[in-house]
């Protein structure tokens, strides 16, 4: 395979110095440009009536060149295109070196200055640039360049929406990973879903017809869940044994008793929950984050109903039948 | 020739038959049947694998009057853009006609692959019980059934080898569609249903596994946790391809343990991909079958930071074929060049859809794979950015490029060194890879790079353009050029009436074409359906008013046209018209 030259096939120079982008015809006399090539490629382009034969004709008369590096034509792109994301800002990069690592011969000269001139012609597409002192050797990917997201557009990046699912749940995937997550053996980690910020689910208490509603992504502990229950149904009890007990006033001077000891047994009232199998499970044995993952509903049991267990049992599975 | 024939003439059609039963690839048939009347004939009767790259180019009656004998149909639907949501739901490309026709006519249908079409469970059904040899079915990218057609599938095909399923939209209706295949299903040689979202019955999954000796691929969903993973193994050490389900364990287990120990004697996996969600210290279990691997496919797995892949990377000196997120970062990339001096297929999926955070790979992994692997010749390459010296450099290092798919996730971004447009970088590849079939373009880019393309991609056969270009010119160059085009897919850049209509002949020698966002108008499209009788030209109208005839001078949002030898579709729902 030949290797890069420095000989620069005329079609680079197509596009004219005038402000029309309209392409002329080419004589070989671009090749004489670079280094007396005797390589010639004619290229004829000719503008024909529309519908008729060949619109345009390109010809090649001999071995192609291969395009060199780098190039000298200045691009003027006739901008007529205003979705060219005016959203996007650039700035505009400067190397002394253009980076290169298989090029055997290097690169002649950098082509900052022309860049920069490009851009001065480019106005309407709105980047913003700063121009670089010439000796700075700006390396791309350093955190030195500023990058605003792009717009979001429809369909970009081109991925299939399988693959979109999987993307946008990455970062969460690389923050959390939890060796013990398989330790239940019937339910298999969960799938990696986008997490919503709300999780309500019910909680009923035994003895109070009505119902509430809690938001688990508010707690992130087992004691702080039970403190919210604890003032969610404190008011509903006292009111609820004013009504039974026709008007016996407690200590609390009508605020209601605290309800105390839901998660080690100890109170009134034991905290318990239904999961994603179905099954009730008493609250606490499985660390937080687990729990949140396959909660569906809280119960507030009377402590007396339940039978007695020891908390040390990894199936702490109760199968109680209220 | 005249003599050759007369001389062929004397053979007996069998000879013939005989003769074309060496011939196996599509174009080869298609080029034989046309030699002459009697070729013709005997090339259909012995066909038995079609293949419909357009399944409105043609109808089910046609095909089985044309190959009554075929055994294995290839049917594609939706326009390629429909997998990035530019394609409304029920455009259109269903299965069910297809099936439903060649029940009907006695058809032996053992093979059936599609690609972007609707499936029914109805049409599964019908599928499963019309065809009582039927092995195969593989679907890519389909959408429109569930679980309960799976179980058709299970339940009635006595003889099934292949279930395919990749990428599919699959209502997953937690039934027992697993369950389904009988006790005296022992056919299976492929299983792959690593697109199901929902619970696998792991218990018939394992009896599943364990009597079908002669499984060779097998890819879990998410559902299936690991310590199944290695019961499965332990069954089925002649697996060449496995797809993991979920890779998530206490690597101190001993259920990985045990695991580590099954996939020790998996001498013959080839091939593996899944890790759907994945804990990477359970990522050393595989090490001892990656020296064999070949196709490596890690870009479902996020979560996996690039020193855990750059590790597992070392060890895979023979992978041909690689898809991975660009977590792996520009570094990682440089670990593949040296490492993998086989590499002919490299992937490198997004992990970060906005282009913003620190996961993204450059220009620099690119360069670097090139010069390390100079087997190189397929690419799908989604980057943060490119430049035009890095382009160059690539296509002098892997002139053997059939296939260069390139996305900067800034659509229009232009040379990240110099600001030019990339013209010049895509220039050079197609200047460089003569063989060059699949172009997909992006960045800044000007009607220059589409002159270069029209001048050097000889072979080119599907070209993707998206916000590029600036003028009719762009286009045209393109339409001229490329010889050999079959799909142009155009969105977002500025072409109109003149590139259109300029060339209305080139669009019969193509499959397809598709612009959207373009400058194309509702005349121009009259104006080309009029001319052109053997192409249907599809308007696509979403979230406006119907028109009963809208204005000539509007622009078209969503053109599809594409050639056909049976007239506008009939199953072509409200928001399509066909001019």
């Given at each position: 395979m030949e290797g890069y030259s420095r000989k620069d096939p005329q079609l680079l120079d197509l596009i004219p110095k005038d402000s029309e982008c309209f392409v002329a015809k080419r004589a070989e006399e671009e090749a004489t440009r670079h280094h007396g090539v005797s390589e010639e490629k004619k290229l004829e382009l000719s503008l024909g009536p529309p519908g008729g034969g060949d619109y345009w004709t390109i010809t090649k008369t001999s071995n192609e060149s291969l395009l060199s590096f780098p190039t000298y034509f200045s691009t003027n792109p006739c901008v007529k295109s205003p979705w060219q994301h005016q959203t996007?800002?650039?700035h505009l990069q400067s190397a002394a070196q253009l980076p290169l690592p298989a090029m055997k011969e290097s690169p002649p000269q950098p082509c900052t200055n022309r860049a920069a001139a490009v851009e001065l012609q480019s106005a309407e597409k709105k980047k913003a640039f700063s121009p670089a002192p010439a000796n700075t050797a700006v390396h791309n990917t350093s955190s030195a360049q500023k990058r605003t997201a792009p717009a979001p557009v429809v369909g970009w990046p081109p991925i299939r929406s399988f693959r979109k699912n999987i993307a946008t749940g990455s970062s969460s995937k690389l923050a959390s990973e939890s060796p013990n997550a398989a330790a239940d053996k019937d339910s298999g980690p969960k799938p990696a879903e986008n997490s919503p910020r709300t999780l309500f689910v019910k909680i009923n208490m035994d003895g109070i017809p009505i119902g509430r509603k809690v938001d688990l992504k508010a707690y992130n502990s087992y004691e702080k869940l039970a403190c919210a229950v604890d003032e969610l149904f404190r008011g509903?009890?006292?009111?609820?044994?004013?009504?039974?007990?026709?008007?016996?006033?407690?200590?609390?001077?009508?605020?209601?008793?605290?309800?105390?000891?839901?998660?080690?047994?100890?109170?009134?009232?034991?905290?318990?929950?239904?999961?994603?199998?179905g099954d009730r499970m008493l609250v606490g044995d499985v660390p937080w984050h687990m729990f949140v993952s396959t909660v569906r509903r809280l119960r507030v049991l009377k402590s007396s109903e339940l039978p007695r267990l020891s908390r040390g049992s990894k199936e702490g599975k109760l199968s109680l039948n209220a | 020739m005249c003599l050759f024939q007369s001389v062929m003439n004397y053979f007996p059609e069998e000879v013939l038959e005989h003769v074309f039963d060496f011939l196996t690839s599509h174009r080869d048939r298609n080029a034989v049947s046309l030699v002459c009347k009697s070729w013709y004939s005997v090339e259909r009767f012995s066909r038995e694998k079609v293949f419909i790259g357009n399944c409105y180019a043609v109808d089910p009656e046609r095909l089985i009057a044309r190959f009554p004998r075929v055994r294995?149909?290839?049917?594609?639907?939706?326009?390629?853009?429909?997998?990035?949501?530019?394609?409304?739901?029920?455009?259109?490309?269903?299965?069910?006609?297809?099936?439903?026709?060649?029940?009907?006519?006695?058809?032996?249908?053992?093979?059936?692959?599609?690609?972007?079409?609707?499936?029914?469970?109805e049409s599964l059904e019908l599928l499963a019980k019309s065809f009582p040899n039927f092995k195969s079915l593989v679907l890519v990218s389909c959408d429109g059934f569930s679980t309960d057609g799976l179980a058709a599938i299970a339940s009635n095909c006595r003889f099934l080898r292949e279930l395919d399923l990749q990428e599919n939209e699959v209502d997953d209706r937690k039934g027992q569609w697993l369950s389904c295949f009988p006790d005296t299903c022992t056919s299976l040689v492929s299983l792959n249903f690593a697109c199901l979202k929902g619970e696998a019955s792991?218990?018939?999954?394992?009896?599943?596994?364990?009597?079908?000796?002669?499984?060779?691929?097998?890819?879990?969903?998410?559902?299936?946790p690991l310590d199944t993973l290695q019961k499965i193994l332990v069954q089925a050490p002649q697996l060449n391809d496995l797809g993991t389900g979920t890779f998530v364990h206490d690597p101190d287990s001993d259920a990985y343990c045990k695991l580590k120990n099954a996939i020790k004697k998996c001498k013959s996996i080839r091939s593996l991909s899944g890790f759907l969600d994945v804990n990477t210290r359970c990522l050393p279990a595989v090490y001892p079958i990656c020296t064999n691997l070949t196709s490596l496919n890690l870009s479902y797995a996020p979560g996996i930071y690039s020193s855990e892949l750059i590790k597992l990377i070392c060890h895979c000196k023979k992978l041909e074929r690689l898809w991975i997120l660009d977590t792996i970062g520009d570094k990682g990339l440089d670990v593949v060049a040296s490492t993998c001096k086989e590499l002919q297929e490299l992937r490198v999926f997004p992990s970060d859809l906005y282009g913003v955070g620190n996961a993204a790979?450059?220009?620099?992994?690119?360069?670097?794979?090139?010069?390390?692997?100079?087997?190189?010749?397929?690419?799908?390459?989604?980057c943060q950015q490119m430049t035009n010296a890095a382009l160059i450099t690539v296509a002098k290092n892997c002139p053997n490029f059939i296939r260069f798919r390139l996305c900067t996730l800034d659509p229009t971004i232009p040379d990240a060194v110099t600001n030019q447009p990339l013209d010049e970088g895509f220039g050079a590849i197609v200047q460089s890879c003569k063989g060059l079939k699949r172009l997909s373009v992006s960045g800044l880019l000007t009607d220059q790079v589409f002159l270069?393309?029209?001048?050097?991609?000889?072979?080119?056969?599907?070209?993707?353009?998206?916000?590029?270009?600036?003028?009719?010119?762009?286009?045209?160059?393109?339409?001229?050029?490329?010889?050999?085009?079959?799909?142009?897919?155009?969105?977002?850049s500025p072409f109109g009436n003149v590139a259109l209509l300029a060339d209305v002949g080139k669009y019969e020698t193509m499959r397809s074409l598709w612009m959207s966002s373009c400058e194309v108008t509702f005349g121009a499209c009259k104006t080309l359906a009029e001319k052109m009788p053997r192409l249907n030209v599809e308007i696509i109208n979403e979230g406006e008013q119907i028109e009963a005839s809208p204005d000539d001078r509007h622009r078209v949002e969503k053109m599809y046209l594409y050639r056909t030898l049976v007239g506008p579709r009939r199953d072509a729902p409200d928001f399509v018209w066909t001019l």
């Open positions: 996007f800002l650039h509903l009890v006292a009111a609820q044994s004013e009504v039974c007990a026709g008007g016996i006033k407690d200590d609390e001077g009508g605020k209601g008793k605290v309800i105390g000891g839901l998660l080690d047994g100890s109170g009134e009232y034991t905290l318990v929950y239904e999961d994603n199998e | 294995s149909l290839t049917l594609k639907g939706k326009p390629h853009f429909a997998d990035f949501n530019l394609v409304p739901h029920d455009w259109g490309g269903y299965v069910y006609p297809w099936i439903e026709a060649m029940a009907k006519n006695g058809i032996n249908l053992e093979e059936l692959r599609l690609k972007r079409m609707v499936v029914s469970d792991v218990a018939a999954l394992e009896r599943l596994v364990a009597r079908c000796r002669n499984l060779r691929s097998l890819r879990l969903n998410h559902a299936v790979v450059t220009e620099e992994g690119l360069v670097a794979v090139s010069a390390g692997c100079p087997k190189l010749n397929s690419l799908l390459y989604f270069y393309i029209g001048m050097y991609a000889e072979q080119l056969e599907m070209l993707s353009i998206a916000f590029a270009g600036d003028s009719d010119k762009g286009m045209l160059y393109v339409l001229n050029g490329c010889k050999k085009l079959k799909k142009l897919e155009i969105r977002d």
